[in-house]
């Protein structure tokens, strides 16, 4: 994969395997796009969540975290009224670090270090607590929000487990942030554990939270 990506700016976190619909509103947007598909071949970019930003006139002034995911395009949905995408399917690839940002053009590119999957001190172990945190959590949504939550069965790597869950529980963008830049998977797991309890404690305290609608690939993180 080269390690010269444009960049999409998102509003949520791209977690590796994470299938997501994302909605394409501006012009640096669309013209990414719209350049990955005049030049042929693979059609993969950078997404980066949004930290902070806002609008002044025709200006938009944002500021990007500086980890993020490589993702695949699978399919673009068109305006009948317009040439632009309105929203893209990405399917998340590969974690990357911005080592250099390019915005001399009409949208910015980034050189990136790619991040390793490490797996950590105690991969199994950690994903053993996490999973009985996870179905916890899971029963707990489903009994208050339908559709609820409904996992099925959980993949056997810790790995795309943790990313899995990341990308399932309703948490902020920092704390999504957080679960990507973790520098392991033990680390990753450990801080779903602690985000399990906390969501878990919530719920008990007050049982409200949105309906979760999931989408997952199959594809291996690395």
Known sequence: ?????????????IFPGLVLPIPVTDVQGRA???????????????????????????????????????????????DADDDGPVELTLTGNRRFKVAELDGGGDYL?????????????????TATIAIERFRRYAAAVT????????????PDDPSTLSYLMSAAMTLLTPDRQKLLEATDTTARLAQLVG???????????????????????????N
């Open 143 to 154: 009994e208050i929000s339908r559709p609820g939550l409904h996992i099925g069965e959980l």
């Open 195 to 221: 985000l399990l309890d906390t969501e878990l404690a919530a719920i008990a305290a007050l049982p409200s939270l949105p309906d979760t609608n999931l989408s997952w690939s199959t594809m291996s993180p």
């Open 109 to 125: 590119v980034a050189d990136v270090e790619w991040l390793d999957e490490e797996l950590g001190d105690d991969p199994l172990g």
């Open 1 to 13: 994969m080269d390690s010269r990506l444009p960049l999409l700016t998102v509003e949520t976190v």
């Open 32 to 78: 990414v796009v719209r350049d990955l598909v005049e030049n042929g071949g693979e059609l993969v970019c950078g997404a980066l969540a949004v930290r902070d930003g806002y609008e002044l006139g025709e200006r938009v002034f944002r500021s990007l975290y500086g980890t993020g995911c490589a993702a695949t395009i699978s399919e673009i949905t068109l």
